[in-house]
């Protein structure tokens, strides 16, 4: 089986985003916003911060695998309203990128710094052994904040097959 650079990563962040937005609903009904500046560890992003950053995330590689210019936020989200608002403009930004041009990214090189270190990737190993991670980390850890604090969800929640 082979998997082209697109269908590893458009619909892939388009699922994660859906199931975020599933758990945010259920945060929501079960506290409301004050969730939204919780956060597992004082040196760890709230519930807002990993949201902002698996949409960064998210819309930086398909950025730089398809090669255009990713839209700005501001990352003021206050409540869950705000934050469910970031998801769906990610996901429509993402739908509007082009399939042919994510497939081109496939071998261009990227470069990233990571504590004044550079790093170099094909787009193919950036997606999978950066992006993808990292993004899955920041979903990861908005779902543990939740589930910590109440939130009644569990792993099929996570994975998208809650009832």
Known sequence: MSLSTYEASAPVFIRGFRVLGDLLAKAEAHAGNDLVTAR???DMLNLA???QRASDT???????LADVQPPSFEDNETTIADLRK???ATVAW???VDRAALEAGESRTIAR???????EFTGASYLLTFALPNFFFHVTTAYDILR????????LDYLGFSA
């Open 40 to 42: 597992l560890a004082p």
């Open 49 to 51: 911060g990993q949201i």
């Open 58 to 64: 998210a819309k930086f590689a398909v950025a730089r």
């Open 86 to 88: 970031r998801i769906d």
């Open 94 to 96: 993402i739908e509007s």
């Open 113 to 119: 710094k990571f504590k004044e270190k550079e790093h």
């Open 148 to 155: 910590h604090n109440g939130v009644a969800i569990g792993k």
